[in-house]
């Protein structure tokens, strides 16, 4: 997978060990102000994967991806369609520290991390991948189309036969409550439904593959 056109010295290690290595990463700046590293959280493998841009402040206390207002967010429009943090999606961001202020993450401070995340999605095997924010779009897709553009289009993951959906972030959302038909917070629900339609597809599909290896 040449997901970030560079070379990854992480290939032959398990999730585990991956994971102690971001630990005590210190490849970029960001290391110097994190109070935790925000790896990922979600079951390996999983059908669902999100990666946003970075951890805010509550992230970076509790070393959870999206636990703050936005990810409280993210997780009600998730539930509306049944899907169930953590069981049900694996969540990580380009960056696994805190930038300062809660600016966007730097291109170099993406780079650094980018091996992380090209092992989360190689371990975590997604049929799906969700990309919130414009931050995280340029990063994985490197497309510079804007966000009202690219959302709720299904992508290809380069060099991979994986889905990806650019939707809006849902710190975007939480700028923007309206719901009325148009809106992002209106247009976003009909992207989570037919990420939720997808998904009930590859589980019917991986379902039959199972009843016919029985036979």
Known sequence: MDLFNQESDLTSLKYEEIEKQAQSCKKCPLAKGRTKVVFGNGPVP??????????G????IQGLPFVGRAGQLLTQILAAVGIKRPDDIYIANTVKCRPPENRAPL???????APYLEAQIRLVKPKIILLAGA????AIL?????????????LKLPGTD???MPIFHPAYLLRN???DKGKPKWLTWQDIQ???NALDYYKKVSELEKGSTKK
């Open 107 to 113: 291109v170099a401070e993406q780079a650094a991390c």
């Open 142 to 154: 490197k497309s510079e189309e804007p966000m009202t553009i690219l959302r709720g289009q299904w």
């Open 46 to 55: 999983c059908n669902l994967m999100l990666i946003g841009e970075a951890p």
């Open 162 to 164: 994986i889905s990806v």
């Open 177 to 179: 409550p309206s719901k």
């Open 57 to 60: 402040a509550e992230e970076d």
């Open 135 to 138: 931050p995280a779009v340029k």
């Open 194 to 196: 037919e990420v939720k």
